[in-house]
């Protein structure tokens, strides 16, 4: 098969693990930075090009799009899906999972628990929505951040406020979690393909940080996820339409909450469990490529 990766870094960890799968099985692989390609749009004719030339007779795509060039990288996968190429993740899907308003949203109408969620464009109502997310300490949340940036921790009524007038004043987009305390700086990450959980592990920060993102300096241990979890994140992958996916969870007194839902998740996952992500990855396209296209029956 002709695969394209969609990526902006060829030196990026998983692109070259991707890429290595796929040539060990026999396919032609093809690294292209989205964020260069440019789309003509004409009757009845979709068409990428790239430095100069069109990107022709390509399979499938895997779109690997930074959380930065959500909707240029997004165009340029849909331009592809209107050529019916094979995506393992689809535009629209992308999209939904990169907002977390509309994320959290699409969860919770299928029945995924989730942190209970405020959102709010004002500060109006301030004392009535502390109120209603439990009361402070609580967590607000940027709509688009990623990597634990856009994450804070509100630990008093006074400063919850002042965040909250922060982000009004810049016109920012945010939500107001219920704070999940009895695990805070840790949670756990399913790594979902074909609708399967593959490999999981709990990620624990290292300092006194309450977000466990490796990107903030958490640490992964490989773990295995109860039969509860593991139908969880099956549940949320499939809410969001999203065959391949990373699902963050956190284990509450409660019981597993899904904290979100990651389009292009990142590969650090194998070093942590030794599991062949990658293969698992091109695996499931050489069973899913052939046959009909599936619509997208997310709805939202
Ligand atoms: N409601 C919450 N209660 C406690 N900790 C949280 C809560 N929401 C997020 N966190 C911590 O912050 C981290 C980042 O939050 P997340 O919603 O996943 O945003 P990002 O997209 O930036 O990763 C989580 O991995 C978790 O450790
Ligand atoms: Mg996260």
Redesign the pocket.
């Known amino acids: 098969m002709k695969i394209v990766i969609l990526s902006k870094g060829p030196g990026n960890y998983s692109t070259k693990r991707l890429k290595e799968e796929a040539l060990k099985r026999g396919h032609e692989v093809r690294i292209i930075n989205y964020a260069e390609c440019y789309v003509l749009v004409e009757h009845n004719k979709p068409v990428v090009r790239y430095r100069g030339e069109e990107i022709v007779d390509v399979d499938v795509i895997i779109p690997r799009i930074a959380p930065g060039l959500t909707k240029y990288g997004g165009a340029v996968a849909r331009q592809f899906e209107m050529q019916g190429v094979f995506t393992t993740a689809s535009s629209i899907a992308i999209a939904r999972s990169r907002d ?1 308003l509309r994320a959290i949203q699409i969860l919770a109408r299928a029945g995924v628990e989730t ?1 209970k969620t405020i959102f709010a464009r004002e500060t109006a109502a301030v004392d009535d929505l502390i109120e209603q997310a439990g009361g402070a300490p609580l ?1 607000i ?1 940027v709509a688009r ?7 804070v ?1 509100a630990e008093t009524r006074k400063a919850a406020e002042a965040v909250m007038q922060a982000f009004y004043v810049e016109g920012v987009s945010f939500l107001v ?5 009895e ?5 756990i990450r399913a790594f979902v393909v074909g609708g399967k959980v593959i490999a999981s592990m709990k ?1 624990q ?1 290292l300092d006194d940080d ?4 490796l990107h903030q300096g958490g640490e992964g241990k490989a773990i295995k996820l109860t039969d509860v979890e593991r139908r969880i994140a099956q549940k949320a992958a499939r809410a969001m339409g999203l065959p391949i996916c990373g699902v ?1 969870m ?1 284990r509450s007194k409660e019981g597993p909450l899904v ?2 839902v990651n389009a292009s998740p990142g590969f650090g996952i194998e070093k942590v469990t030794g599991h062949n992500v990658a293969e698992k990855i091109i695996e499931y396209i050489e069973q899913s490529s052939k046959g009909t296209r599936r619509k997208d029956r997310v709805g939202a």
């Open positions: 977390k942190p967590i949340k951040g990623t990597h634990g940036n856009g994450v921790l979690q219920e704070y999940i305390e695990s805070a700086g840790t949670d990620r920060s309450f977000r466990s993102n963050d956190m904290l979100e």
